[in-house]
């Protein structure tokens, strides 16, 4: 296999973690992935466009709709579920959204870190 081959067999092999969420339910656990390529240009794309006055209350909502997947790899939440998302138990939200940050390189140190390597 060439080294191009080998680099694309790794698409739909996406670093994942499960995560216990137990305001959700009796031993749920939700996983939590690493965005595609293509997923962190939609979430970026769907941030920018949100009013800036409502940006914070709707990062840690839409964050987890690119980035919690169900036992197939795929979405559990759309976009059109942000408001929703809103209205669940703040501890399962930011439980889950520090681990999206934390997998995809998103925390404030990871953030200084790459702008010093650049």
Do not use: C, W
Not at 45 to 52: G, H, M, S
């Amino acid at each position: 296999m060439n080294l191009k081959a080998a680099i694309f067999a790794t698409i739909g092999a996406a670093i994942a973690e499960a995560v216990a969420v137990p305001e959700f339910g009796m031993g749920l656990e939700l996983k939590v992935s690493v965005m595609t390529v293509a997923e962190r240009a939609n979430f970026d794309e769907a941030y920018r466009l949100i009013k800036e006055s409502e940006r914070a209350i709707n990062f840690r909502p839409l964050l987890l709709v690119f980035t919690v997947k169900d036992e197939n790899g795929q979405a559990v939440f759309s976009v059109d579920d942000v408001e929703q998302i809103k209205q669940l138990n703040s501890l399962a939200v930011v439980r889950l959204s520090d681990v999206a940050l934390r997998l995809n390189k998103m925390l404030k140190d990871d953030v200084e870190a790459h702008e010093k390597n650049s």
